[in-house]
């Protein structure tokens, strides 16, 4: 039996959603792989993937059979109880990575927050309250919870809300000196992002990652790495951790763990774990039986030689265009990122003009994304069909000739 549902349209938006955002001016209503189609019945190649969340497309047959198997099983129990697709995916999370111990939560900004707690309260048992202080990198993202946007640092984000939390200072991101600085032995973490991505897709030079792991090491404090936005296969590796070959004390995890079904992760090793006792850290839908059965299915996915391979092949075929594009038409002074998260510079006559260039996309039939208001970026599904890459390219590059020729 299906109801009736009453017709919506995007002025309903400004209506009756708080306006926190500005949505795009058409809705879209069904996907499939890389392409999305809005309530018009227009159709549109999917290079934003959601903000790098959907790693295999829209409705994947793959993920579309564990979310409706699991849903047909059993839905929410809470933690008062374990459940199968939780415990399967912490094996799955234990067994590819650095760490011994999962803990599962709903978003990036979760992750980040019991991460930061965690780091707190490892050093606040191992050597008491002063040693609380975390050490942050200008123009990092982690989230937009108060200790998350603390941590990151924008003003943007962190200003107007009365007091933030305390101990916490930013260096340069990419500055090792800057870091060690101002790394003491009241700091329990270092936090990063292997690869910055909503304030410009900056990837970390390699002597900065070993650079800070060295320095943790020699105050004791926890190398926690943000792989919110570079995890689960973004960089071409499983992890960025990999990509690099420098391992955090903590990882958090999000966005493409659960291919765009709600779920975060930290990873960690058993001995930070023991911090945590019953009690002391919580969420009531974490680690959730629908979640979790789907982010299995995505790393079951992903996690492949063939599939890691294929996404360092567009990465190369998505650089080569966008150079290409970028000079012809002097938009891009440069192309950089890692795998598929990618980010072309905007070239000096078109500094700050991020978001004219992702509305023109979008008048030629291609979502893109910003990383601020000076670079352009591509986060497309990580299965994404080699003649859909093209072909959006094509748009792009329709959209961007008449843009530049105004
Ligand atoms: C998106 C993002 C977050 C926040 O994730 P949410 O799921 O929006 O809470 C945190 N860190 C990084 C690096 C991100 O890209």
Redesign the pocket.
Known sequence: MSVEQAPVQRADFDQVMVPNYAPAAFIPVRGLGSRVWDQSGRELIDFAGG??VNALGHCHPVLVKALTEQANQLWHVSNVFTNEPALRLAHKLVEATFADRAFFCN????A?EAAFKLARRVAHDRFGPEKHEIIATVNS????TLF?VSVGGQPKYSDGFGPKITGISHVAYNDLDALKAQISDKTCAVVI?PIQ??SGVVPADQAYLEGARALCDQHNALLVF?E??TGVGRSGSLYAYQHFGVTPDILTS??SLGGGFPI?AMLTTSELASHFAPGTHGTTYGGNPLGCAVACAVLDVVNTPETLAGIRERHARFKARLELIGEQYGLFSKVRGVGLLIGCVLSEAWAGKAKAVLDAAERDGVMVLQAGPDVVRFAPSLVIEHADIDEGLDRFERAVARLTQV
């Open positions: 903000i790098a978003s990036g900004a979760e980040n993202f982690h989230g937009r998350t992002e991505g909503e943000d919110v936005q999000a966005k975060g």
